[in-house]
């Protein structure tokens, strides 16, 4: 993909970088020994003998499983004398036991450890993570990745703040938050795709009133509305308020504006726009559901679109979140996906370092291409899947506008229960837009307070 696909999330990610920065300052030294680099390193595979490396994904679906699939094969014909023994589990199942698995005794060899406060940040201060900088030294990630990327994985020992510190982790694919659509629905429907959020809006009111789902919605893991509550945020606040809020450098969780998004999100449940009983259904479900028919419209990450072009073919669009204005730029959340990281108490840390340098190569972003996934770094091939063309070009479209925004489950460790919670009473209409908005600024406030 042209280099140009890249720059504009690299210079976002910069600047929430930077933010965070200003809004923290580093916090008194940890009361667990932090993880320590090792003291030499080896990149010769060959001589570290027969090894099993153990490997925990969140890799399941489409393209995100081929091209692991692809990798750990090709890794095992370079290295014959490694088995890579593959632990594969949902997004949410693997933040629900990976900390069990780390402060086990045989913990796995490398990991997906997500990103922000409640996952990293915390395995870090922990001592579960193995800092990398003598294994970026060996393989050169700093020259192969922009800093803005590399930061984003970067966390200080004593797990305070994000974006700085040392790295821990490092991403093989880029990914959105966007909208996808049913194209034969709305062409039944006579709808054009939307333009502006009142288009939208009026296209679910349509597809209601016809007796269609409009917004394919699976919630029971709270994250989900968080996710939707953000597009809703970005469309009402812009871009570098949310920043500085997720960040810690300004606004609160009860502006206006905040409070306004989460009375849209309100407003749709109450209306029917949502999935019946969506509290109910579970996230991955979501995207096989909308495959099957259910829903016009469904929010969801880049991360689905391999495995929904296999299954809808031509059938399925993806664009960014409808402008606040026509021709407005766009903000939604983004920006690259899980770490790879190593474990503090791995036995084959130099050979877990070169699988992780191996599958996040030059190489390795053509064979996501390949597989219908979005790299986090150009490749020197083309998709060819109809779906990931749209998913480039709307990836082209945000880098040209600066216009990724952090995750908000970034903003605290117990974001995701402290706000997904009430606004999962918000959806089933138990919660006002005010009571949700209040739970997610207490949350906060409490977490700076302890920095």
């Known amino acids: 993909m042209p280099t140009l696909m890249r720059r504009g999330t690299v210079a976002a990610a910069a600047v929430l970088v930077t933010a965070l920065a200003a809004a923290c300052a580093p916090g008194s030294s940890n009361d667990k020994p932090a993880s320590k680099a090792p003291a030499a390193v080896s990149t010769d595979v060959a001589k570290a003998g027969n090894v099993t490396l153990t490997v925990w994904d969140q890799e399941v679906q489409g393209g ?40 086990g005794s045989n913990p796995p060899d490398v990991v997906e450890a997500n990103q922000g406060y409640a996952s990293m940040a915390q395995y870090v201060k922990d001592g579960m993570l193995l800092p990398l900088g003598a294994y970026d030294q060996a393989y050169g990630w700093s020259k192969r990745y922009p800093k803005g990327l590399l930061d984003l994985n970067s966390v200080t020992k004593d797990g305070k703040l994000i974006g700085s510190g040392d ?5 093989l694919n880029g990914e959105i938050v966007g909208l996808y659509y049913n194209k034969e629905k709305l062409a039944k429907l006579g709808i054009q795709p939307p ?32 996710q ?17 809020l997720v960040f810690g450098s300004g606004g609160s969780w009860t502006d206006g504006p905040n409070v306004q998004a989460a009375q849209k999100l ?3 449940a109450k209306k029917g726009y949502l999935t019946k009983d969506s509290n109910a259904v579970k996230w991955d479900d979501t995207p096989v559901n909308f495959a099957k028919g259910e829903g016009l419209f469904m929010f969801g990450g880049t991360w689905w679109a391999p495995d929904l072009n296999d299954r809808m073919k031509d059938k399925v669009g993806f664009m960014l979140p409808p402008a606040p204005q026509a021709g407005a730029p766009v903000a939604t959340m983004g920006g690259e996906s899980l770490p790879w990281s190593i474990t503090s108490k791995s036995k084959h840390a130099d050979v877990a370092a070169a699988y992780i340098n191996f599958i996040t190569s030059p190489e390795a972003m053509n064979v996501a291409v390949q597989a219908g996934s979005l790299p986090v770094l150009p490749a020197s091939t083309e998709p060819d899947k109809p779906l990931m063309k749209e998913v480039s070009a709307a990836w082209a479209e945000l880098s040209k506008n600066d216009g ?7 903003t605290t460790p117990t974001f995701t229960d402290a706000f997904g919670g009430p606004l999962q009473g918000l959806v089933a209409g138990k919660k006002s837009a005010q009571d949700a ?13 302890k920095k």
């Open 228 to 244: 939707l509550y953000g597009i809703l945020q970005d469309a009402a606040t812009g871009k570098e308020a949310v920043r500085k």
């Open 437 to 449: 908005m209040k739970a997610a600024q207490d949350d906060y406030t409490a977490f700076q307070k």
């Open 64 to 103: 995100l499983k081929e091209q692991i699939e692809k990798l750990n094969a090709q890794f095992e014909a370079k290295y014959p004398n490694v088995k890579i023994k593959r632990v594969s589990r949902s997004f949410s199942d693997l933040q629900k036991t990976l900390r069990l698995a780390l402060s």
């Open 167 to 171: 790295l821990y982790g490092v991403s």
């Open 404 to 410: 990724t925004t952090p995750y908000i489950d970034y």
């Open 266 to 268: 309100a407003d749709w």
């Open 195 to 226: 333009k502006t959020w009142d288009e939208f809006e009026q296209a679910l009111a349509t597809a209601k009133g016809k007796g269609e789902v409009p917004i394919a919605f699976g919630n029971l893991e709270k994250l989900p509305a968080m």
